[in-house]
C-alpha cells in the first residue's frame, strides 16, 4: 500500500488529469451531445439534474463522514469506527424517506410547476425524474464509502474511478447515441455508470480495507454532534449556491439579458479556475487530522507552506496567463459580443491567488469542529455580494456585479478567515505571506513584463498566433520557476512521477 505521501502526489497528478478531461468533454463532446439528442431533450435532462440537485442534499453529512473517520482512524479506535458508521447509516436512511416524500409530491406536480412545458415535454420529464430520483433516493445511503476511502487515504483508487466514471459514459453514449437512441440514453447510461462506481467502492473496500457497522448502536451526544457539525456545513452550502445562484436574477433587475450573458461565460471561466486550483482540495484532511490530534504547531506550519507555494505557483500561472492573454481568448472564443466577459473572470479569479493557498487551515476548520467560522465567512459573502452588486450592476452591468463578488471574497474568504487562522491556530499570517507570495511575487512581476512584450510585439492574428504565444509564455514560465523558484521537496515531485513512470515502463518491456 503506498503511503499518504505518495498517495497525495499521485491521486494529484490524477486530479489534473481528470480535470483536463472534463474541461475537453465540456468543449468538444458537449456540442455534439446537443446536436444528436436535440436542444430541447438536452434542456429537459439539464433541468431535471439541476432540479434533483436541490434535494439530494446531503446537508453536510458526507464532509462530517471523512472528518470523523480520519479522527478514528488516526487513533485507531475501531469500536467508534462502526458505532458511528451505524448512526450515520440511520440518518441517511431517514434522508432518503425524507426525499422520497418530497419527490412523490413533486411528481405528481409536474404539469402545475412547468404549465408552459407541452405534453411530450411532461411525458419525458416525469420518465426521467421518476428513473434519476428513484436512482438518487436509493444511492444517496451509499455516500459513507467515500468518506470511508478519504479517512483510510485511498485517493488513488477514488481518482482512478472518477476517471473511469467520466471516460465510460462518454464511450457508452457515443456507441448509442451512434445507434439512434437519444435522450433516454443519456439517462440510462448515466445510471448504470454510477452504479458500477458504487459497486466497486463496496467490493474496494470490503477486500482492501474491511469495516464493520453496529446498526443498533445509538448515542444522542454523537448525534447531536454531528447534527452540529452537519448544520454548519450545510449553511454554508446552501449560502453558497446562493452566491451562484441569485447573481444572474440581480443583473437582469437592473440590466438586461446581455448582461447576463456576458456574466455567464465569465463565471464559467472562473468555474474552470477553481476546478483547477481545487483539485488538491481533501487530499490533506487525514494528515492534517495527525497533525493536529499530536498537537504539532510547526509541523502544521509546514505542511501549510508547501501546499501553499504549489497552489500560488499554479493558480499565479493562470491569474497571469488569463490577464496577458484573456482577452485575445475572449475574442477567439465567444466573439466581440463578450470582450467585458474578460473583465468579469479576472475579478472574479483574482482572490483565488490569496484564497487558494490556504487550503490546510480551511481544512483544519473540519478538523477541530470548527466549521461554523466557514458557514459565517460564506453568510459574509452572500450579504455583502449581494448588497455591492447590486449598487454596482445599475451603473456597470455584469462588470459592477463581479466587482462585488470580488470584494465579498476579499472581506469574508481573506480578512475574516485569516483572523479566525491566527486565533485558532496561531499562524504567523504575515510570515506565510512573506514566504509564500512575496518572495515568489518576481516571477509573475517577469512574467507580467514578458506577457506585455509578447503582445505588444506579436498581435493576434489567429488562433494559431494565440496558441504559439500562449506557448511560450508558458515554456518560459515554467523554466524561470524550474531554475530560481521551486526548492529541493518541490523539485523531488517532479522526480518521483518520472521515477514511477519509468517502473511502469520497464515493467511494461
Keep these: 500500500m503506498l503511503n499518504s505521501s505518495k498517495q497525495i502526489k499521485y491521486s494529484a497528478l490524477l486530479s489534473y488529469f481528470s480535470i483536463a478531461l472534463n474541461i475537453l468533454v465540456g468543449l468538444f463532446f458537449t456540442p455534439w451531445l446537443v446536436r444528436k439528442i436535440g436542444q430541447s431533450d438536452f434542456g429537459l435532462y439539464t433541468l431535471c439534474i439541476s432540479f434533483i440537485s436541490l434535494f439530494i442534499f446531503d446537508f453536510g453529512l458526507s464532509i462530517g463522514v471523512s472528518r470523523y473517520l480520519s479522527l478514528y482512524f488516526s487513533k485507531n479506535e475501531t469500536e467508534k469506527i462502526k458505532k458511528f458508521l451505524g448512526i450515520i447509516y440511520k440518518i441517511y436512511f431517514s434522508i432518503s424517506i425524507l426525499i422520497f416524500i418530497i419527490f412523490i409530491v413533486l411528481y405528481f406536480n409536474i404539469e402545475k410547476i412547468y404549465s408552459n412545458f407541452n405534453?411530450?415535454?411532461?411525458?419525458?420529464?416525469?420518465?426521467?425524474?421518476?428513473?434519476?430520483?428513484?436512482?438518487?433516493?436509493?444511492?444517496?445511503?451509499?455516500?459513507?464509502?467515500?468518506?470511508?476511502l478519504i479517512a483510510s487515504e485511498r485517493f488513488i483508487f477514488i481518482k482512478s474511478v472518477n476517471i473511469f466514471n467520466k471516460l465510460s459514459t462518454v464511450f457508452l453514449l457515443i456507441v448509442l447515441l451512434k445507434f439512434g437512441y437519444g435522450l433516454y440514453a443519456l439517462v440510462l447510461t448515466n445510471i448504470f455508470v454510477n452504479l458500477l462506481v458504487i459497486i466497486s467502492r463496496f467490493f474496494y473496500i470490503k477486500k482492501f480495507i474491511g469495516f464493520e457497522v453496529d446498526f443498533k448502536f445509538w448515542d444522542n451526544k454523537l448525534f447531536r454532534e454531528i447534527f452540529v457539525f452537519s448544520f454548519w456545513i450545510s449553511l454554508s452550502a446552501i449560502f453558497q449556491r446562493l452566491i451562484l445562484n441569485i447573481m444572474p436574477s440581480i443583473i437582469g433587475i437592473f440590466t438586461n439579458t446581455i448582461q447576463i450573458a456576458i456574466f455567464s461565460i465569465g463565471m464559467t471561466i472562473e468555474g474552470y479556475t477553481w476546478t483547477i486550483s481545487n483539485a488538491l482540495n481533501g487530499l490533506f484532511l487525514p494528515k492534517v487530522t495527525r497533525i493536529l490530534v499530536n498537537n504539532n504547531s510547526q509541523h502544521f506550519n509546514q505542511v501549510m507552506l508547501k501546499?501553499?507555494?504549489?497552489?500560488?505557483?499554479?493558480?499565479?500561472?493562470?491569474?497571469?496567463?488569463?490577464?496577458?492573454?484573456?482577452?485575445?481568448?475572449?475574442?477567439?472564443?465567444?466573439?466581440?459580443?463578450?470582450?467585458?466577459?474578460?473583465?468579469?473572470?479576472?475579478?472574479?479569479?483574482?482572490?483565488?491567488?490569496?484564497?487558494?493557498?490556504?487550503?490546510?487551515?480551511q481544512t483544519a476548520l473540519l478538523v477541530v469542529n470548527e466549521v461554523?467560522?466557514?458557514?459565517?465567512?460564506?453568510?459574509?459573502?452572500?450579504?455583502?455580494?449581494?448588497?455591492?452588486?447590486?449598487?454596482?450592476?445599475i451603473k456597470y452591468g455584469a462588470i459592477g456585479a463581479a466587482l462585488g463578488v470580488m470584494v465579498a471574497k476579499i472581506i469574508g474568504l481573506i480578512v475574516f478567515l485569516n483572523i479566525i487562522y491566527y486565533r485558532l491556530f496561531k499562524i504567523d499570517i504575515f510570515k506565510f505571506f512573506?514566504?509564500?507570495?512575496?518572495?515568489?511575487?518576481?516571477?509573475?512581476?517577469?512574467?507580467?513584463?514578458?506577457?506585455?512584450?509578447?503582445?505588444?510585439?506579436?498581435?493576434?492574428?489567429?488562433?494559431?498566433?494565440?496558441?504559439?504565444?500562449?506557448?511560450?509564455?508558458?515554456?518560459?514560465?515554467?523554466?524561470?520557476?524550474?531554475?530560481?523558484?521551486?526548492?529541493?521537496?518541490?523539485?523531488?515531485?517532479?522526480?518521483?512521477?518520472?521515477?514511477?513512470?519509468?517502473?511502469?515502463?520497464?515493467?511494461?518491456?
Design 434 to 509: 512573506i514566504d509564500c507570495h512575496l518572495k515568489n511575487s518576481p516571477l509573475f512581476l517577469i512574467m507580467l513584463i514578458f506577457g506585455f512584450f509578447i503582445q505588444k510585439y506579436f498581435p493576434l492574428n489567429n488562433f494559431y498566433t494565440f496558441i504559439l504565444k500562449l506557448g511560450t509564455f508558458s515554456i518560459v514560465y515554467f523554466l524561470l520557476l524550474w531554475l530560481f523558484f521551486l526548492n529541493d521537496y518541490e523539485k523531488s515531485l517532479f522526480y518521483d512521477v518520472k521515477r514511477k513512470a519509468k517502473q511502469i515502463f520497464n515493467i511494461k518491456t
Design 307 to 361: 501546499l501553499g507555494r504549489i497552489q500560488l505557483f499554479i493558480v499565479g500561472f493562470i491569474i497571469v496567463a488569463f490577464f496577458i492573454f484573456g482577452k485575445d481568448f475572449m475574442l477567439l472564443w465567444m466573439g466581440e459580443k463578450f470582450n467585458n466577459s474578460y473583465w468579469v473572470a479576472l475579478l472574479l479569479i483574482l482572490p483565488f491567488i490569496i484564497i487558494q493557498t490556504q487550503e490546510i487551515p
Design 372 to 393: 461554523k467560522y466557514k458557514a459565517l465567512s460564506t453568510i459574509i459573502i452572500s450579504i455583502v455580494s449581494i448588497a455591492l452588486s447590486s449598487l454596482f450592476s
Design 119 to 148: 405534453q411530450d415535454e411532461i411525458i419525458k420529464l416525469k420518465f426521467i425524474l421518476l428513473i434519476v430520483g428513484f436512482f438518487n433516493i436509493i444511492t444517496i445511503s451509499t455516500k459513507p464509502l467515500e468518506g470511508i
